[in-house]
């Protein structure tokens, strides 16, 4: 039977080696860089469009990255700019794809929302709301298919949960024992919508139960719980027993977009999840005490403050891509 | 070190706000994340954030100010806790820009070799299976999904024997869940495996519509050439016989109206097998658009070799004179025993089978039109924004001076299916509707 662990933090691990935590704490605070640099370039016209940054999020990718292999396959949604990084791709080439220059990753024909790495295995980069769920199915059939013991993170949020195509690929890999993992990035909102006026039923973790997936709810704050429930979930797909959900409770501290006036949450629940929960906070009290000392964190901060620097300057000076690039890529081969 | 912070875009058309309000003051630190001000635009009141960090060096637009263009520079920090932040650059010109905007490349055109070997007589039904068991047999990362198509051998039994000889690794029954086996379809592609979808009928299609565009078409073009989708969609299109309006839909259009997918529909046995060992082939995603009426009828075709025909060429089944008749699928059948019914009459007609939809190879139809001056599109499907209405805006554009009568449509009628026989009928096009309208563009009639 499925089990639904309840409570917010997920398991009992406290810390971890120094030299891991650091490992967190530096993939962390890209993310938290770059969308904030991103946010900034959007403001300043040179982003355009849609943009949805993962600000608070990042312990969810961050911690699941460090349970797989580069052979492993992501997928996910339009709140991509985190699980991009998190697969180790280049800071540059997804910055200038935010900006619609040649150099991005989809050469500037994607944008925000539609990018992919096929070097990385980062599969999308999706922009219509549980589309990437079967999608996702699809990459564990493949793995299954091939003889690969390889499995497939499929991200939704929890507006995803409620659309229909994410229970009829519940139910096939279910059904096939697919290697699949499907992380619910439950950050409480679906645009402005709350999970409570959304979502009926108990948690979300459990929505595979009639399916008998298992279903875990795992702290999404802590980089060390995800990592932990994680692992567990990869091991089962591994051992051929098929696929698990894990709802990962995190918190966005911006909007859903960039034109998000939120006012459907209170401000106070914002500054608390920000100044009580934040993830990459966390582990920085964790490497203090630790004994890293300020200055080598502050060492880090800089390193980082430089990639991010060097990425939106590659991002404003890379080209838009060339007016003979319109017809390309519509078709393989022609 | 000083930065100007400007004032932001908030959503993708602001272009001026209201600095509402001030939230932190001259010589207050600043850390990024802080809210800084609050703005108003049109739509709503928004909090700003810092990005770098420092000391409120100057308020350059004090609080209440209306029409703040963005990108002006509403306040400076002071302090080294920041990076450069980066300079507002114009978006460098494009390099080499084309003097003339780029133009839709024309379809290559591809060949078609000639058969002079032995025939044997199939039905479409034999024809798509063999093409489907070759092409398994040649490519182990083939496999076909569907309901049914297993160990029921298939709805309309076009994939028997399959289970049998592929196994249940590579012939794979689904639930019934359009949306996301496509989907699961679509996902497996991107891993390079090449799924054959079979669709119980392309009906049921509909449920999995936003999977073949958005995901299965679109990805190659958002990814930026990385992530081809090398499946098949096929299955039964169009009307079969009194299944009424929910089952009786001509899918044409709807497909051929979008880049990124390729569609086909053949008429005969050997176009149905060569046609369908070219999708499997090909590395984009095709629709395969077939009828249930043809499936039990026979044809004469290649016996031997490995027969395939190429997407993008139409035929000319027919040579003729004084009309030119193009159509698809089923219709091909009509249009040839109108062509029968016109030589009674001493009207010679020519009829095209269009066979690829998408690309159209509109090379073969404008030659056709430019020798006959007269032109008539078949088809099952509504006549509104229809593969009628393209082919004859192709004809407004390259072939106008030659057309002696305005073009004409028949196709099925504008309505949802009626179940009724006799409104079936009435609906549908037929040889003798077919006839009519050649005879009309002859001013025969």
Known sequence: ?334 | MTIDILMPALSPTMTEGKIARWLKSVGDDVKSGDVLAEIETDKATMEVEAVDEGRLDKILVPEGTEGVKVNTPIARLAGDGAAARPEAKAPPKPVAAPSAPPRAPAAARPVEKEYAGPTVTMTVREALRDAMAEEMRRDPQVFLMGEEVAQYQGAYKISQGLLQEFGERRVIDTPITEQGFTGLAVGAAFLGLKPIVEFMTFNFSMQAIDQIINSAAKTLYMSGGQMGCPVVFRGPNGAAARVAAQHSHCFASWYAHCPGLKVVSPYSAGDAKGLLKAAIRDPNPVIFLENEVLYGQSFEMPAEGDHIVPIGKAQIVRTGEHVTITAFSLMVKYALEAAEMLAAEGISAEVIDLRTLRPLDTETIVASVKKTNRFVSVEEGWPYAGIGSELISVMMEQAFDHLDAPPVRVTGLDVPMPYAANLERLTLPSAAKIADAAKSVCYRA
Request: charged content about 25%; hydrophobic content about 35%; overall charge neutral.
């Open chain 1, 1 to 334: 039977m499925p089990k639904t662990k309840k409570g917010e933090r997920g398991g009992e691990v406290k810390s971890a080696p120094a030299g891991e935590l650091l490992k967190y704490y530096r993939d962390m605070l890209l993310i938290r860089r770059f969308e904030e640099r991103a946010g900034q370039l959007y403001g300043m016209g040179l982003i355009g469009g849609f943009c949805h940054l993962y600000i608070g999020q990042e312990a969810v990718v961050v911690g699941m990255q460090a349970t797989i292999t580069p052979d492993d396959a992501v997928i996910t949604s339009y709140r991509d700019h985190g699980h991009m990084l998190a697969c180790g791709m280049d800071p540059r080439g997804v910055m200038a794809e935010l900006t619609g220059r040649i150099g991005g990753y989809s050469k500037g024909k994607g944008g925000s929302m539609h990018m992919f790495s096929r070097q990385k295995n980062f599969f999308g980069g999706h922009g219509i709301v549980g589309a990437q769920v079967p999608i996702g199915t699809g990459l564990a059939f493949a793995h299954r298919y091939n003889g690969h013991r390889r499995v497939s993170l499929t991200y939704l949020g929890d507006g995803a949960v409620n659309q229909g195509q994410v229970y009829e690929s519940f139910n096939m890999a279910a059904l096939w024992k697919l290697p699949a993992i499907y992380i619910i990035e439950n950050n409480r909102y679906g645009m402005g919508t709350s999970v409570e006026r959304a979502a009926a039923g108990p948690a979300l973790a459990e929505r595979g139960s009639s399916y008998g997936i298992p279903g875990e709810q795992v702290d999404g704050m802590d980089v060390l719980a995800v990592k932990e429930a994680g692992g567990r979930a990869v091991a089962h797909a591994k051992a051929g027993n098929g696929p698990t959900i894990l709802e990962v409770m995190t918190y966005r501290f911006r909007g859903h977009s960039m034109s998000d006036p939120a006012k459907y949450r209170p401000k106070e629940e914002v500054d608390k999840m920000r100044t009580e929960r934040d993830p990459i906070n966390q582990v920085r009290d964790l490497l203090v005490a630790q004994g890293t000392t300020e200055d080598d964190l502050k060492k880090i901060d800089r390193e980082i403050r430089d990639i991010v620097a060097d990425a939106a300057d590659f991002a404003q000076t890379s080209p838009e891509p060339p007016e003979s690039t319109l017809y390309t890529d519509i078709l393989v081969g022609a």
